[in-house]
């Protein structure tokens, strides 16, 4: 940040009286601008035993497979994101969703919450944010075509609990460097 949004002077970077963090600061207005982590909900379509990829139509990783997911709205709980983003990335509905993970990813700002949720039925479709959309036996998932490693995670933990039937909330924190299960 270079400017502050309420005035269009340069801000500096200092530790606020009463804060214990150094943040953007505006010596004319004195306005605090406070910068938190983006929140990213998604979900872990399945049908039958088979569980519903992306492939991406924009960037970031364009061209890559991911599970449906995307940045929550001002307004919006982070179910409601996940099942709209389901929409507009898959164009498919989903029924019975559950809480199902929590990824911390420091590094890069970001958490990540997913729902599993089963499709009401076999309809979807790419959208403008996916070329491609398809169900994906355990067998043929795309491990080294996957987006991002949060996705890799996910679908690693999913198809474990899938074995013993049961699906404890995950949560986790992501490190850099990351380290595939697959390889």
């Known amino acids: 940040m270079n400017f502050c949004s309420d005035c269009g002077e340069s801000v500096i970077k200092k530790i606020p009286e009463g804060d214990n963090r150094e943040r953007h600061v505006c010596p004319g207005c004195e306005t605090i601008h406070y910068q938190n982590p983006k929140v990213i909900a998604g979900v872990l379509p399945v049908y ?25 709205e001002n307004g919006e709980s982070s179910m409601d994101g996940a099942l709209r983003e389901c929409i507009e990335e898959a164009n498919a509905r989903v029924i019975n969703p559950e809480l199902y993970a929590l990824f911390d990813i420091p590094q890069i700002n970001q958490v990540y919450v997913f729902y599993r949720a ?63 299960r697959r390889n």
């Open 118 to 180: 089963n499709l009401a039925a076999p309809d979807f479709g790419p959208s403008l944010e996916s070329s491609e959309v398809a169900l994906f036996d355990e067998a043929d998932i795309p491990w080294a075509e996957l987006a991002f490693p949060v996705v890799e995670l996910a679908l690693d933990h999913y198809l474990r609990d899938r074995k013993s039937g049961q699906f404890a909330v995950k949560h986790e924190q992501i490190s850099r460097p990351w380290k595939s």
């Open 48 to 72: 039958g035993e088979k569980i519903l990829l992306c492939k991406r139509a924009i960037e970031p990783r364009h061209g890559y497979w991911t599970l449906p997911a995307g940045f929550l």
